[in-house]
């Protein structure tokens, strides 16, 4: 076993567990003194302990050890040593011996049960409700209930804890305890009151009005125990927040408990109170006033632990209402220097939501002195919380990026350092003014750069941004120097980000084009074939050549295509005369295969499966669509959506449907399987009724002969759409078939057959399912290339949201577009957002949406929504869908 430390304690003074190197079969071996018929109490506790270790380190008893440890352990009941019998308890409990073994010791454990010796009593009723199934409960559950209401405070609450556990596998029999519960709760006993609370309320979880009853009694009578009394507030404030729910008069109910905790003798009641208050959804400033007042008095107590928790609750409060904490601000500043580091962290980036623009300077002095005495986890907080206060105040760029800049000259590790170069490059993004400096602080880096990642994910930038600044040539220096100084892959970066510059700034080709030569005698193979490339695309004179436009598009324009799907292609593409078309890699992020319920593992022969391998999925749609007379006219399929399921799981017949979506029409393919092994289906057919979608007009139908069990197959029904409209509509199904018997014996089916049908779920064709999730590798360049010119901008009210990430994912969903650069994800409790998102609308239309979201003290959501496209009908269309 490894060395363990103690909490807190110098890491260089390491002690050695007294269990180090001990081995399974030794102490089985060991085990053997049990069965002395002289006991040595000390010794038997000892190898008790020893398994007890082996068991909690993961080691494995085989069924033969663990029943020859249990029935040596059963002979220690003789021994009248407290000590040793408490260790037999814990053996036992770990064993977890079979029903027919639980016998052996049911007699010992129910004579404990009702000994005179408390310690006995209590222990003996964990272990049995641990070891013991349903019938015998029912004989031991007189002894329960009186232990239930025992005057002993450990024997009480060992029944009650028992109970607790108890619920999850014998619910019907706990639940006949309410009363002694009920009494128990009158209990003086602290652990007691808490822990018939505890069941009470889990008796009752599922009745709502149950509990609002038992929150409502007990906040008119006064809980003793402040251990019951903070699990009471967290009672009230789920009753809280499910009449909020229900309670548009806009009172709360129990606000007045939760306040008058506030003012309770115990520490942890109070602090228990305030935040309760601090999380109420929708609270208001004159809700959290008192709740502010009683953190502010913690950050000053003499224990870290109340300290630790004020700060951490008061940081999560300036996300949704800084205004509100910046009376603490004082208070929290005196923290920077506290000695526990992770109250110190959270004090500067609360300070951080909280601080105005005028006290940006000071605090940056402060922090400044603090960022060399913490762990990189705690500096990664500190400079994500720096990024937001930049982004706040913008005019207070150049301090926060030379702070930035500063620290990451510092030593540190990866993660932290990337944090930081991530924070750089959004600033740059998002605040035009920060674009040179930033550009700058990053080349200065790279010079020392460790991480070969970081170095090519920022010469990548540079590509990208160095070329629109006013004077472009002073970076060529930085990135010449990595490919003489760095390693190959930084080196082949390198060359790419010279050939960009060169492609996209006409007074400095001649000079990229002298670079680029100097590169094709590097010694990296990768190095040379990329100075070759891009010469070959740069005249000899440093000019780009009339070369094929996809060629410039891909060497020096934003890659819009999934690298996956890129990879499947070129796998596939078999050399002929004909080159390669990079237009015919599918645009698609996400293929998924044909959902088949119950069918994982079979192999399936049915025509709607899709053959193994990396073909994409859109392909085998395409091929199978054609393939039926019916639907060859319908032109060029444009997608095909994830498969909806329209039966509940482990139904007798499992139904999914793919929406197949054509420029004039819409295919339903319903994939279909048999779950009954003694019927045969024949005549399937789906019945749609179309009458909530006017814009529909049901064309072809095309059945099912026969669906045999286990054996997936489908069935298809047409509709005819307005051309080029993003009609949408619900659908409700029917599946209608002959049910025929079939023998088990002979597997044939009878002759005869009832007709049957069987109601599906609903069906919509949402906006969504008209645009394709494609991917761009550089956003701000496929935003640039699009233009203005069919750009579309408004702002929206999405009314009261749990948090601006369900906002931003309803969105995402709502358009049906690919998130890009990782923006989908929102930080928690964030006040603020942006969000990119790519793809291509119906009619091959290519479209960018740029969303920002800002939420208010209330949870209420706005969000302003920027489209270009290259139809303005299209950038019309999203507006349309989102106003809708």
Request: hydrophobic share 40%.
């Amino acid at each position: 076993m490894a060395q363990f430390v103690k909490k807190d304690d110098d890491r260089d003074e390491d002690e050695y567990s007294p269990f180090h190197g001990i081995e399974k079969g030794a102490v089985l071996q060991e085990a053997r003194v049990f069965n002395d018929p002289q006991l040595d109490s000390r010794r038997c506790s000892q190898v008790i302990t020893k398994l007890l270790y082996l068991l909690n380190q993961g080691e494995t008893f085989t069924k033969v050890e663990a029943t020859e440890v249990f029935f040596s352990v059963t002979k220690l009941f003789q021994s009248k040593d407290i000590g040793l019998r408490r260790m037999v308890y814990l053996i036992i409990k770990e064993l977890s011996p079979s029903s027919d073994e639980v016998i052996i010791v049911t007699s010992s454990l129910m004579k404990d049960m009702n000994s005179k010796t408390d310690v006995y009593r209590a222990n003996a009723i964990r272990v049995l409700c641990r070891i013991t199934d349903g019938t015998l409960l029912t004989q031991i559950e007189r002894y329960l209930k009186q232990a239930i209401v025992d005057k002993n405070p450990v024997v009480a609450s060992a029944a009650l804890v028992s109970g607790i556990h108890l619920l999850q596998t014998n619910p019907e029999i706990v639940k006949r305890w309410s009363n002694e519960v009920q009494e128990a709760m009158q209990s003086r006993a602290a652990l007691v009151q808490f822990h018939a609370l505890a069941l009470l309320h889990q008796i009752r979880q599922n009745d709502r009005l149950a509990v609002s009853k038992l929150v409502t009694s007990l906040t008119r009578n006064s809980v003793r125990s402040p251990l019951a009394q903070c699990l009471l507030i967290r009672y009230t404030s789920q009753v809280i927040r499910e009449s909020s729910a229900n309670n548009q008069s806009g009172e709360r109910p129990f606000y007045d408990f939760l306040e008058g905790c506030l003012r309770h003798k115990a520490e942890m009641v109070i602090f228990e109170a305030a935040r309760a208050i601090t999380e109420l959804n929708g609270v208001t400033s004159r809700e959290l006033t008192p709740a502010i007042t009683v953190l502010q008095l913690f950050l000053s107590s003499s224990k870290p632990v109340l300290r630790f928790a004020a700060v951490r609750t008061l940081n999560k409060v300036a996300m949704t209402h800084p205004m509100a904490v910046t009376n603490c601000n004082i208070d929290m500043e005196s923290l920077i220097s506290d000695q526990n580091r992770s109250i110190a962290t959270l004090a500067i980036t609360t300070l951080l939501k909280t601080g105005n623009e005028s006290g940006v300077d000071r605090l940056m002095k402060q922090i400044t002195n603090f960022m060399s005495d913490i762990a990189d986890e705690f500096k990664i907080v500190v400079v994500d919380a720096i990024r937001s206060l930049c982004l706040k105040f913008p005019l207070k760029y150049r301090t926060l990026m030379n702070f930035l800049s500063t620290i990451l000259r510092e030593e540190g590790g990866f993660e932290y350092k990337k944090s930081i170069v991530d924070s750089i490059v959004i600033l740059i993004r998002d605040i035009p003014d920060a674009k040179e400096s930033g550009l700058l602080h990053l080349c200065e880096f790279i010079e020392d750069c460790e991480f070969t990642y970081l170095s090519t994910q920022i010469l990548h930038f540079l590509g990208v941004e160095g070329p629109k600044t006013s004077d472009p040539s002073k970076y060529i220096r930085y990135i010449y120097n990595r490919v003489i100084l760095e390693n190959a892959t930084v080196r082949a970066s390198a060359v790419s980000t010279l050939a960009k510059f060169g492609a996209m700034v006409d007074s400095l080709k001649p000079r990229i084009f002298v670079l680029l030569r100097r590169c094709l005698y590097d010694n990296d193979d990768e190095v040379r074939d990329r100075a070759t490339l891009y010469l070959n695309t740069l005249g000899g004179d440093g000019s780009v050549v009339e070369t094929n436009k996809d060629v410039k598009d891909f060497l020096f324009g934003s890659l819009d295509i999934p690298l996956v799907n890129l990879e499947t292609s070129l796998k596939n593409y078999e050399p002929t005369d004909e080159p390669f078309d990079i237009s015919s890699v599918s645009r698609e992020v996400k293929s998924q295969p044909l959902a088949e319920k119950k069918t994982a593992g079979k192999k399936s022969t049915t025509l709607g499966a899709p053959p193994a391998g990396p073909t994409s999925t859109v392909d085998t749609y395409e091929k199978l669509l054609s393939s039926i007379p019916e639907f060859s006219t319908f032109g060029q399929l444009f997608k095909s959506s994830a498969p909806v399921e329209l039966t509940e799981a482990e139904t007798e017949y499992a139904v999914n449907v793919v929406k197949h979506i054509f420029d004039k029409h819409v295919v339903f393919q319903y994939n279909c399987t048999n779950t009954i092994p003694e019927q045969l289906l024949e005549n399937v057919v789906v019945v749609v009724d179309a009458s909530e979608a006017e814009e529909f007009a049901e064309v072809a139908t095309k059945p099912l002969k026969a669906l045999p069990y286990d054996t997936p197959a489908q069935t298809f029904v047409a509709f005819e759409k307005p051309e080029g409209v993003p009609a949408v509509g619900r659908f409700s199904n029917v599946l209608k078939f002959l049910v025929k018997e079939v023998d088990p014996s002979t597997g044939e089916a009878e002759e005869d057959g009832v007709e049957d049908e069987y109601q599906l779920e609903d069906l919509e064709i949402v906006a969504a399912d008209y645009m394709l999730k494609v991917g761009v590798s550089n956003f701000r360049n496929a935003w640039e290339s699009l233009g203005p010119d069919f750009e579309r901008v408004d702002e929206y009210g999405l009314g009261p949201r749990e948090s601006l990430s369900e906002a931003v994912n309803a969105v995402i969903n709502l358009l049906g577009m690919q998130p890009c650069e990782g923006t989908e994800v929102v930080a928690a409790n964030a006040r603020s957002h942006s969000c990119l998102l790519s793809g291509v609308y119906m009619g091959n239309v290519k479209v960018l949406v740029r969303m920002s979201f800002g939420v208010d003290s209330s949870k209420e959501v706005a969000m302003k929504l920027a489209v270009r496209s290259e139809d303005e009908s299209v950038s019309d269309a999203i507006h349309e869908v989102v106003a809708n």
